[in-house]
Antibody, heavy 120, light 105 residues
Framework: QVQLQESGPGLAKPSQTLSLTCSVSGGSISAGGYYWNWIRQRPGMGLEWMGLIYYTGSTDYSPSLQSRITISLDNSKTQFSLRLRSVTAADTAMYYC????????????WGQGTLVTVSS | DIQMTQSPSSQSASVGDRVTITCQTSQDIKYLSWFQQRPGKVPKLLIFGASNLESGVPSRFSGSGSGTEFTLIISSLQPADFGTYYCQQSDSLPYTFGQGTTLDI
């Protein structure tokens, strides 16, 4: 059974870059068949899809974040990462990585989430 | 972007009640999922493809609908069912979620 685990700093300063990593175990990113996503949830708010990456390295991003976001795969293809530039307090959120099955189009696995606070 | 509108935004119900949550989309879609999120927990997939029950999910949950109108039904509400429910579309990018329906038991 695949497991996803987010990691990274829990605090980021305004105007700096937020960087998170999602480690994938029990399954292979390289096997294909899934999109690997970042989804966030601001405190007390709903879920917001941020972007995805496929094992080929192709990406797609939310238009609202397009200018600030980068999702990438590491060389070992066991992790994928999120970089969000020029953060503000509005980027304070729980950040989840999640796997979406390309055929059924269902999000079938989530990480536990990591809270990132943007504050000076 | 495909807009997702859920109703109601919140609802109070009693154990044993039949509960219906609706999701309306701004375009015809096929890949509609429903998630349950309990406070402080990770979202849990209940239904995918509008009407397919995810493995391990109790059969009191069901989904229906097509086009732009979709429904999640809980046939007999249980105490474990409190939380917030979200619909989500994976038809076209960017993927989008409804604003959520909070269910108080």
């Amino acid at each position: 059974q695949v497991q996803l685990q987010e990691s990274g700093p829990g605090l980021a300063k305004p105007s700096q870059t937020l960087s998170l990593t999602c480690s994938v175990s029990g399954g292979s990113i390289s096997a294909g068949g899934y999109y690997w996503n970042w989804i966030r949830q601001r405190p007390g708010m709903g879920l917001e899809w941020m972007g995805l990456i496929y094992y080929t390295g192709s990406t797609d991003y939310s238009p609202s974040l397009q200018s600030r976001i980068t999702i990438s795969l590491d060389n070992s293809k066991t992790q994928f990462s999120l970089r969000l530039r020029s953060v503000t307090a509005a980027d304070t959120a729980m950040y989840y990585c999640a796997r979406l099955h390309t055929y059924s189009r269902r999000i079938d696995s989530w990480g536990q989430g990591t809270l990132v606070t943007v504050s000076s | 972007d495909i807009q997702m509108t859920q109703s109601p935004s919140s609802q109070s119900a009693s154990v044993g009640d039949r509960v219906t949550i609706t999701c309306q989309t701004s375009q015809d879609i096929k890949y509609l999922s429903w998630f349950q999120q309990r406070p402080g927990k990770v979202p849990k997939l209940l239904i995918f493809g509008a009407s397919n029950l995810e493995s391990g999910v109790p059969s009191r949950f069901s989904g229906s609908g097509s086009g732009t109108e979709f429904t999640l039904i809980i046939s007999s509400l249980q105490p474990a069912d409190f939380g917030t429910y979200y619909c989500q579309q994976s038809d076209s990018l960017p993927y989008t979620f409804g604003q959520g329906t909070t269910l108080d038991i």
